[in-house]
Nanobody, 115 residues
Framework: QVQLVESGGGLVQPGGSLRLSCAASGSIFRINTRAWYRQAPGKERELVAHIVGERSTNYADSVKGRFTISTGNAKNTVYLQMSNLKPEDTAVYYC?????????WGQGTQVTVSS
C-alpha cells in the first residue's frame, strides 16, 4: 500500500514562510491531480490548492498570491510553498494524490502561525 508522507510543518510567526513537502512511498500511476488540503480545529477540511500535470493550478481565494503548489522531479512528490502566513492559516495540512484507480492521503502536518 502506497503511503504519502508530509513534512515541513511547524511554528512560524505571522508574515513568515514554510515549505511543505509530500512524497509517496511507492509509484502511483495515472495521476489525475495532486493537492493540499487543510483542516483547522472545529472546521471542515478544505481544499487549499491543486495541480493537474505540472502547471495547471488552482487555489482557494484565501491563499491566492501567498501559496504556490508545485511538483518535484520525482512524479510522486508535491510541494506547497507558503508565504506571508497569517494566524488563520493555522491548521493540519494534508497531501492528497488522486489517480484513476485510487485516492491517497497523507497523515497530515501541523502548521501553526502565531507570535
Amino acid at each position: 500500500q502506497v503511503q504519502l508522507v508530509e513534512s515541513g510543518g511547524g511554528l512560524v510567526q505571522p508574515g513568515g514562510s514554510l515549505r511543505l513537502s509530500c512524497a509517496a512511498s511507492g509509484s502511483i500511476f495515472r495521476i489525475n491531480t495532486r493537492a493540499w488540503y487543510r483542516q483547522a480545529p472545529g472546521k471542515e477540511r478544505e481544499l487549499v490548492a491543486h495541480i493537474v500535470g505540472e502547471r495547471s493550478t488552482n487555489y482557494a481565494d484565501s491563499v491566492k498570491g501567498r501559496f504556490t503548489i508545485s511538483t518535484g522531479n520525482a512524479k510522486n512528490t508535491v510541494y506547497l510553498q507558503m508565504s506571508n502566513l497569517k494566524p488563520e492559516d493555522t491548521a493540519v495540512y494534508y497531501c492528497h494524490i488522486l489517480s484513476t484507480t485510487a485516492s491517497y492521503w497523507g497523515q497530515g502536518t501541523q502548521v501553526t502561525v502565531s507570535s
